[in-house]
């Protein structure tokens, strides 16, 4: 289904694709904040056949430190900075940490998942080109071209699940994408960019 503001946001039926790559950025993509120098956008594919399974190891985790899999009514979610700060559910006061983090990294080890990232220096950027392309232009561009590479080397379909955090910015990210799958680049005709064939929204 589409929400007023013209983007899916409900995956009515998985049945319909392969993978799916959910995609989230660290960082801004603007070159006036002077304080991040950085920009990452990083796409996590999964196979569909997968899917449960993986749903099933990372829940066990989850349940096996908290309670039901939740944190003041609310389900644990493995954010890297609560983690690193060991702040809110990952307190040491809350978890045995060492525990917790051997049984995360053995889980981020069997999980069968692959990684596309961008990574770009801004403050590189603005000194190699007098006109840098929008950093998530680029950003969105590559890591499609290789979700598509291997959509279509295993003649498979696949979806984009992206993180919702308002209307402005979802749109603006959904235009990358689709122009990609409408229009292709500079590199790939539509053809080449049509196993990439959906575009959702999970909220925060």
Not at 35 to 40: A, C, P, R, S
Not at 136 to 151: A, D, H, P, V
Request: contains cysteine; charged residues 30%.
């Amino acid at each position: 289904r589409r929400e007023p503001n013209g983007l899916e946001n409900s995956i009515d039926h998985p049945e319909r694709f392969d993978y799916i790559m959910a995609v989230d950025e660290t960082g801004t993509p603007s070159f006036n904040d002077k304080n991040d120098e950085w920009f990452t956008i990083t796409g996590i594919v999964l196979s569909m056949s997968d899917f449960e399974y993986i749903s099933k190891e990372v829940m066990g985790i989850k349940n096996k430190y908290w309670d039901n899999g939740m944190y003041n009514n609310k389900r644990v979610i493995f954010h890297s900075r609560e983690i690193r700060k060991k702040i809110g559910p990952f307190s040491s006061k809350i978890i045995n940490r060492y525990d917790f983090l051997e049984d995360l990294k053995e889980l981020i080890t069997i999980l069968p998942f692959g990684i596309y990232s961008t990574c770009i220096n801004k403050k590189k950027m603005i000194r190699q080109y007098n006109d840098p392309w929008d950093p998530y232009e680029i950003s969105s561009e590559f890591i499609s071209e290789r979700y598509c590479m291997k959509l279509n080397r295993e003649r498979k379909n696949g979806i984009l699940l992206l993180e919702s955090r308002n209307d402005t910015l979802d749109k603006r990210l959904h235009d990358k994408f689709r122009n990609l799958m409408i229009n292709g680049n500079r590199y790939h005709n539509k053809k080449f960019f049509s196993s990439m064939n959906g575009i959702y929204y999970n909220k925060k």
